[in-house]
């Protein structure tokens, strides 16, 4: 499967909202990478990933999570993760970032 990256502001203009849409794996974790920092570095505010469309990540795509993590930090922004499916955020809560992410 691929990966579509969809994104917009939201409608109170407090976040950016990005959607996966598909796999973030081995293959498409670069793309998502690279889209998400451009974001980060160009909107400058909060991020809001929506993961009701995201059916699958592995350990590739959790580290590229964690890299976007430092980088809204390092902009003194925050993250969001919502709509997460139960076996996408069982991965979480196995991996424990569900401490570390604010889930919604």
């Known amino acids: 499967m691929?990966?579509?990256i969809k994104y917009s502001k939201t409608?109170?203009?407090n976040y950016l909202e990005i959607k996966p849409i598909g796999?973030?794996?081995i293959?498409?974790?670069p793309e998502f990478k690279n889209k998400v920092i451009e974001?980060?570095?160009k909107e400058k505010i909060d991020i809001s990933i929506n993961a009701d469309e995201l059916e699958y990540i592995d350990s590739?795509?959790?580290g590229v999570l964690m890299g976007i993590l430092m980088k809204v930090k390092e902009h003194g922004l925050?993250?969001?993760i919502i709509n997460?499916?139960?076996n996408i955020y069982k991965l979480f809560d196995i991996t424990g970032l569900n401490k570390v992410f604010n889930i919604k």
Do not use: A, Y
Request: net charge negative; glycine share 4%.
């Open 11 to 13: 409608s109170d203009n």
């Open 84 to 86: 997460l499916k139960p």
């Open 60 to 62: 590739t795509g959790l």
């Open 78 to 80: 925050s993250i969001q």
């Open 27 to 29: 293959s498409t974790s």
């Open 39 to 41: 974001l980060i570095e």
């Open 23 to 25: 796999e973030v794996d």
């Open 2 to 4: 691929s990966l579509d």
